[in-house]
């Protein structure tokens, strides 16, 4: 299993989608959410790894834990290769289950991180470069063609976006980053308003990080996973645009994946999820809920 999990996972591939299938309810824990959820790349870097105490596990569940996302729930020793969701690096564990989006409404849009929703239902910030394509995938993941607007010019979305989705959690559209060809008019002081909804913001559960498979990694985009993991804030990587199989001056998707990958590597003791999507084909829909999933109601149940 090893073996064929390690070269799957290092080359990732595109496959098929999964049943998302109802899973057993999930047994509330008493760990702390962010603690099990993020990945600390502060903690994690090599040097600090190397001088803490050796942990007496197996190599199986040592590399399972480097390279797989492994949820509260789940014993790295007992990861098997059908626990593992396609197209990414994600292990579905028993906090996974009631995935499906039955309505979603638009709540409102916020200029400010102090003007968002007050009140406690979990969110998901999508977050990723200009015209990677985050309110695309928001219409993708609903189903539906126009709730967050998008646009072939980059700075469409300028304000935070909340939407409400079966009147128990968030999806939120931010700004883009990096509006190397925005007009003028689009540019805003990122930093400033954007960090400070992440850094203030109690009931994220997690951030979709959306990076663009079809160019090569960018170094914008690496700054933006190391700024999430040293200020502890959890993330998905949500490969965006993968039906690109030419990749115009770039390589392949799934070259220009496993190059992020390597990149990052280093950085993080446990591996934070990844997952390939297109929302063009559908690729990744089923599989990406199913992990919203698990992270929603885990924190749900914290
Ligand atoms: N081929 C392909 N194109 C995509 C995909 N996702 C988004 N696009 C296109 O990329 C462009 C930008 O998409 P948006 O969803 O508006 O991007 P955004 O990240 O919300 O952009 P800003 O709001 O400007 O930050 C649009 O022309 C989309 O049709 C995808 O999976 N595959
Ligand atoms: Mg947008």
Redesign the pocket.
Known sequence: MLLHLRSRLLNPSFSSVLNASSRPTPTPSSLSFRASISQKPNSHYASAAKSSRPSPISEAAQFVRTVLFVPPGVDPDEVTEDMVLPGSNIVIGPYAGDAKIKEVDFVKSSNRPKDCPKDDRPEFAML??????????INFLVRKKDV?L????????QLINHFLVNRSWYIV?L??YGFANAPESARMDWSSFTKGYFLNRETLVSVLL?IDASVPPQKIDLDCANWLGRNNIPMTFVF?????MKGGKGRRPDQNIQDFQELIRGNYRQHPPWIM????TGLGRDELLLHMSQLRNYWDNE
């Not at 998008?150 to 979305?157: F, V």
């Not at 965006?240 to 690109?244: E, R, Y």
């Open positions: 990723g470069r200009s015209n990677v394509g985050k309110s695309s995938l967050a998008t646009s072939k010019k980059p700075g469409k979305t559209d700004p883009g959306l965006t645009k993968c039906d690109k999507t297109s929302s063009v």
